[in-house]
């Protein structure tokens, strides 16, 4: 298996613009989580989603973050209007069971906005 | 909510040294505990994992962490570090409700002299 894939591996964009992430989980896995890594705030789980469903987007900052599993295999986080402070890497995350389980981590998404 | 404490931020030491890092976790019913690691520049890896039974779990590359349900701690542990071992090291704790979320420590940055 490929393991988790992410697109783009680097993104360097200007302030308003809007970025979209993806991840494709691990075949058969159930759950998949976004996280977000910052020098300042470590680790921060922005929304995981069980079974394509979303179980808790508490994590997400604002209303500028929204993210979407439309099928078992896909998975996009969207930042509309994009801003200065969002540069992080921005880790995709598979698990196979739904309630509990390794996680199987992509390789991240290096954001950058000017 | 789940808290994880790892109260080493950084920790350097020369080649062939023992290593133990701290990690404490919140009281939260079901305890399922992990350590991962992140090489410079890539994706977190799990080292070891406990869910139940024999509180001293090994893991990859000779490390080897302790439950101790009295102290609420999850340490890892390597009798003689190499200058590979070079790394950010996580401690999480997973959620006992029916989420299942994990939730990561602040990390420890290891750094190995050779």
């Known amino acids: 298996d490929a393991g988790v894939i992410q697109s783009p591996r680097h993104e360097v964009t200007e302030m308003g613009q809007e970025v979209t992430l993806r991840c494709k989980p691990i075949s058969g896995h159930n759950s998949l989580f976004w996280y977000r890594q910052t020098m300042m705030r470590g680790l921060e789980l922005l929304i995981y989603?069980?079974?394509?469903?979303?179980?808790?987007d508490s994590g997400m900052p604002e209303d500028r973050f929204s993210a979407k599993m439309p099928n078992a295999s896909f998975s996009t986080l969207k930042i509309q209007p994009s801003e200065p402070r969002d540069s992080a890497v921005y880790f995709c995350?598979?698990?196979?069971?739904?309630?509990?389980?390794?996680?199987?981590f992509g390789e991240g998404s290096r954001l950058t906005v000017l | 909510a789940q808290s994880v404490s790892q109260h080493n931020h950084h920790v350097i030491l020369s080649e062939a040294a023992s290593l133990e890092l701290g990690c404490n976790y919140s009281?939260?019913?079901?305890?399922?505990l992990f350590w991962y690691v992140q090489y410079p520049g890539q994706h977190l890896q799990l080292l070891l994992k406990y869910f139940s039974g024999d509180p001293l779990v090994k893991g990859i590359k000779g490390f080897e962490a302790e439950f101790i349900k009295s102290k609420f701690s999850f340490n890892l542990r390597k009798p003689s570090v190499q200058w590979s071992d070079t790394a950010e090291y996580f401690c999480a704790d997973e959620d006992s409700g029916s989420a299942r979320q994990l939730t990561f420590g602040s990390g420890t940055q290891l750094t190995v002299l050779p």
């Open positions: 989603f069980n079974n394509n469903v979303p179980i808790d």
């Open positions: 995350a598979s698990r196979q069971g739904a309630t509990t389980g390794e996680l199987f």
């Open positions: 009281y939260g019913g079901t305890v399922n």
